[in-house]
């Protein structure tokens, strides 16, 4: 009971955060770093973003995963769009990465609308952040401002990307801790978990849970049976590993909180969004808060999406900022 009341009183203090973050810097960075110097960069990103996720509504997704799986390997640098060259291992082929990772055209046309608009001044890892947001904003999720400024990592970490991004069939406390070494906490994973409400995921990530669950022959006993059953018409014991599955199955393109209301029902698609519901508390307490709550959700991401995005960036004079968002400067 005491636990509950502690939730209740650290969701309160959250939610009475403001969207608006524009009243001070986040490690040096802050929403108006390109209006004087580009003043036209958002409106770019968001053209051409809006134009893709028009395209491919999967996009949206895509877009926001990127921006995660850069700002989880030694902070949000752009180190994810390098690709491989003489002195670079990519993270691009990575295991969270590999065969999965996409919207590097996206990025590539951003960046090109952008050096011809203002040459050599917004950053790749710039790119990203803005490009998550108004993916979120996009599908129908909520908006804020983007503490912008970073700089661009003159290098990758093929081991980082490995190591410290979650995986899907990661424990609880695996990713809880993978979170904590970031700076994040609980709410921060429930919260940035949300963004599961679009997208896909491949067969390959969750086919243990359909059929060999604790290396005991067993399906998992915390995925719905009906659930289960369906995905396993299109998800097989062998082959079909790029099948792709609805991360939220109820309304897979539009950013909302049915993904948590799934997992209130045993039908979240990874073992790493169900165990929100099953292995702590704590995080419990929250899957419910937001499948009753969509407004609250919504501010919690925000704010958790800013924390994310105000992980170890480069500034000032460090990096740099690249014309190619896949290869070094020369």
């Known amino acids: 009971m005491a636990k509950s009341l502690g939730l209740i009183l650290v969701l309160s203090l959250v939610s009475l955060v403001p969207l608006c973050f524009s009243a001070g810097t986040h490690g040096g960075l802050y929403p108006q770093f390109y209006d004087h110097s580009c003043p036209k960069a958002q409106e770019i990103v968001k053209s051409i973003v809006a134009k893709a996720v028009a395209k491919e509504a999967r996009m949206a997704a895509s877009l926001l995963r990127l921006h995660f799986h850069d700002c989880f390997v030694k902070g949000c640098d752009a180190s ?178 049915s993904y948590f209301k799934n997992l209130l029902v045993y039908k979240g698609l990874l073992n790493s969004d169900e165990v929100l519901f099953t292995k702590n508390e704590e995080s419990r307490e929250l899957v419910k808060t937001y499948a009753e709550n969509q407004e609250l959700f919504f501010q919690h991401f925000a704010k958790s999406m800013v924390k994310m995005g105000n992980i170890s960036p480069l500034t000032g004079s460090k990096g740099e900022i690249r014309k190619n968002c896949r290869k070094v400067n020369a």
């Open 80 to 257: 994810v769009l390098l690709d491989s060259s003489r002195t670079i291992i990519s993270e691009k082929r990575s295991n969270p990465n590999r065969n999965s990772a996409r919207g590097f055209e996206v990025l590539d046309e951003i960046k090109a609308a952008l050096e011809k608009e203002c040459p050599e001044t917004v950053s790749c890892a710039d790119l990203l952040a803005l490009a998550a947001r108004d993916s979120t904003v996009l599908t129908g999720g909520p908006s804020w401002e983007v503490p912008l400024g970073r700089r661009d990592r003159r290098g990758a970490s093929l081991s980082g990307s490995n190591n410290n991004i979650p995986a899907p069939n990661n424990t609880f406390q695996t990713i809880l801790t993978k979170f904590k070494l970031q700076g994040l906490n609980i709410v921060d994973l429930v919260a940035l978990s949300g963004s599961h409400t679009i997208g896909n995921s491949r067969c390959t990530s969750f086919r243990q849970r359909l059929y060999n669950q604790s290396g005991n022959g067993q399906p998992d006993n915390t995925l719905d049976k009906t659930y289960a059953a369906q995905l396993r018409t299109r998800c097989p014991r062998s082959g079909g590993d790029q099948n792709l599955f609805f991360l939220d199955f109820v309304s897979p393109t539009k950013f909302d909180n």
